[in-house]
């Protein structure tokens, strides 16, 4: 079977096609008179809101796949506006056809997008296939692109880079001079010429025409949908945001993928819905746009609450999304190395977190240069997160030799005085392979050290997880790094609220910044990391607002940042040591330093890094290295001995600065 998962660039050439449908702006929501007015009000406070939102939040075509527009880097987004029955779109379908074809491996994502509100889903796909449309079709329910793009015209096509900026609106081409007067040649192929002009780099030389069509219909309150079902609207939602969690065997606390489950957590998901808590997603409005980004729209978080003030309607079944299709097994496909845990490690049934590191000898007999790393949990409903780490010294395994249980217990880290970080895994993630030919160099002979963060479900546990590497081919050369920014010389004096912690690096080269990992302990609160150009200009790199240390995941930037030699990254870190902290493990408010302990605190970023030049890769990871060492040449001496202090005692050392 053909798994859409598996197909997230929008290639849609190789597969069969998938197919679509629309519906009306936002209107189309319109409940009842009481919520309707609510919904309103909700999504006109929110609206401005929402375009700030990146495009690259997932979305549900007419055959339950999910869409993530625009995140594997392309150029540009096609939103072509049709309707079943409009003849005019109708016969731009094969056009549309070889346009979506022609452009997709030139770096643009084409979509169909009903507009017609009375279209359900069942009748969308038919259509689909009677006319055979081979892109991805969407029904917009929740009116996220007609309410962005506000089109006038069906068909009318609406072209947007990443950020959402217009670079082409009108006709697909001329062929039509006004409605129901018969077609003529095509002399001005609008389209095809914008989409070559971008595809090319170039300006777009006829960046506006008028649409020539049928008239989008606003949808008029007195024929507004009785009700928004869940068929219609909520389905879809948890469908491209909520399942990949929510379903048997994964994470989430239960299934919401029937009407059944998801009646019987409605009002509980209507708060975690209100109030952000879910889908989990922590960075702020300003931070760049990330992969893998399931946050709900204002318009969204307002049908939720709509539709269950509204008495949970279930709807048409011909409304109802197709099933969504995960693959199975691993998701990049078979790893060229696997390391499961030779026994299984026992998670007991009440107690507070366990943070273990598990080393696993890779028996590599030549240093490799490894492109991504996927996990799998043995019992996703104990692991919360997973990281993964290289350790050439062995210290890691005397740790591990040192107690009986699989693996050791650390805190904040693995306890190593030098390692290789190779990422980490949190639920709702996609592993994503480095760019082509570049790779992270793993050692000949190094143990891979897994971090696994259990949380006790209330009964006993076993888990047996399992990593998988992927190399790259043999012709890849290009390194890719990673760099830390922090500064060890932390204090947080007892009882401050708000203590503000910073620190800064320059970059001593041109850099390719691909992705981000904040890290804090329990006192963390806000984590903010920005870069100073040269020029005077400045960039967002991640702001996170309500930092939970339970929730660290790496985030993946959508496209690469592209820093010159001479930017100045800095961090801000904001703590809270007062006794209201409901976080601090010290009971009484005490002086905090740096360490890795549970009562210590860190504050630091990560990112992994290509050189513009490749060549520049010794200087920019060894330039890096001194100048974290330098932060803390203390910290590093009292590091150094208590890791000796530890090998002749067998204790896992905890290694903290004073
Ligand atoms: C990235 C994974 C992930 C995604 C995506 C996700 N959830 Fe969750 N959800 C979880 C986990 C894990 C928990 C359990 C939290 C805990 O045990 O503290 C949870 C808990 C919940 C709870 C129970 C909250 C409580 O009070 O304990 C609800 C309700 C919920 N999720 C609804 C949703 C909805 C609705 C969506 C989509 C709009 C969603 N979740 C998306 C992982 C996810």
Request: proline fraction near 9%; charged fraction near 20%.
């Amino acid at each position: 079977m053909n798994c859409p998962e598996l197909n997230r660039a929008g290639q849609f050439t190789t597969t069969r096609a998938r197919r679509l449908k629309v519906v009306a702006a936002l209107a189309i929501c319109l409940i009842t008179t009481g919520a309707a007015a609510l919904l309103t009000r909700a999504v006109r406070e929110m609206s401005a809101d929402s375009s700030s939102l990146p495009w690259n939040l997932p979305l549900v075509d007419v055959d339950g796949a999910v869409h993530h527009p625009g995140e594997t880097g392309c150029r540009a987004l096609a939103f072509v506006f049709v309707t079943t029955r409009c003849p005019i779109s109708n016969r731009a379908i094969p056009e549309l056809n070889r346009l979506a074809r022609e452009f997709a491996s030139r770096g643009i994502e084409l979509y169909g997008v009903h507009v017609d509100r009375s279209v359900t889903r069942k009748a969308a796909a038919a259509h689909r296939d009677e006319f055979d449309v081979q892109f991805p079709v969407l029904l917009d329910e929740a009116g996220l692109i007609l309410q962005r793009l506000q089109p006038t015209h069906t068909p009318q096509a609406i072209v947007v880079d990443p950020q959402g900026t217009v670079l082409y609106s009108g006709a697909i081409d001329d062929r039509h001079v006004s409605p129901a007067r018969g077609s003529r040649p095509v002399e001005n192929a609008w389209l095809r010429e914008a989409l070559a002009d971008i595809a090319d780099g170039r300006r777009v030389s006829v960046p506006h025409t008028t649409p020539i069509g049928c008239c989008v219909e606003p949808p008029k309150p007195a024929e507004q949908p009785a009700a928004v079902t869940y068929t219609r609207h909520i389905a879809p939602i948890f469908q491209a945001h909520c399942i990949v969690c929510h379903r048997e065997g994964d994470v989430g606390p239960f299934p919401l993928d029937t009407y059944a489950e998801v009646v019987r957590h409605a009002e509980q998901i209507r708060t975690v819905v209100a109030d952000r808590t879910m889908p989990p997603w922590k960075p702020a409005a300003g931070s760049p746009h990330f992969r893998d980004d399931l946050r709900l729209s204002p318009q969204q978080i307002a049908l939720v609450d709509a539709w269950t003030a509204a008495g949970k309607v279930e709807g048409d079944p011909d409304d109802l999304p197709p099933p969504r299709c995960f693959p199975q097994g691993w998701r990049l496909g078979p790893p060229d190395l696997v390391l499961e845990l030779p026994e299984a490690f026992a998670v007991p049934a009440d107690g507070p977190d366990i943070y273990q590191y598990f080393v696993l000898p890779t028996g590599l007999t030549t240093d490799r240069l490894v492109q991504a790393v996927d996990f799998q949990p043995g019992n996703a409903q104990v692991v919360h997160h997973a990281g993964f780490w290289f350790d050439q010294s062995g210290d890691a395994r005397e740790h591990d030799e040192a107690t009986p249980a699989p693996g050791y217990t650390n805190f904040g880290g693995p306890g190593l005085a030098q390692w290789i970080g190779l990422g980490n895994w949190t639920p709702g993630t996609t592993p994503q392979r480095l760019p082509p030919l570049t790779g992270r160099l793993v050692p000949a002979g190094s143990d891979l050290v897994l971090q696994v963060h259990y949380h006790p479900s209330g009964k006993a546990e076993s888990d047996k997880p399992r990593v998988g590497l992927y190399f790259a081919p043999p012709e890849a050369c290009e390194l890719v790094g990673e760099i830390a920014i922090g500064d060890m010389k932390l204090k947080i004096p007892a009882g401050q609220k708000g203590h503000v912690h910073r620190a800064s690096y320059e970059l001593p080269v041109d850099t390719r910044l691909l992705d981000v990992y904040p890290h804090m302990h329990l006192l963390g609160k806000e984590i903010r990391a920005t870069a100073h150009l040269p020029d005077g200009s400045h960039r967002d790199l991640i702001h996170v607002t309500n930092w939970d240390y339970a929730w660290q995941p790496r985030y993946a930037f959508c496209q690469p940042l592209e820093l010159p030699r001479g930017t100045r990254i800095d961090l801000e870190c904001v703590y809270d040591n007062s006794a209201d902290n409901p976080f601090a493990s010290n009971t009484k408010p005490r002086n905090v330093y740096w360490g890795e302990g549970s009562d210590d605190e860190m504050g630091l970023v990560y990112f992994q890094v290509l050189p513009a030049n490749p060549q520049d890769f010794d200087r920019l990871t060894s330039d890096n290295l001194s100048y974290y060492k330098r932060t803390l040449r203390d910290f590093w001496r009292a590091y150094q001995a208590r890791m000796a202090n530890a090998r002749t005692t067998g204790r896992t050392p905890q290694f903290r600065a004073r």
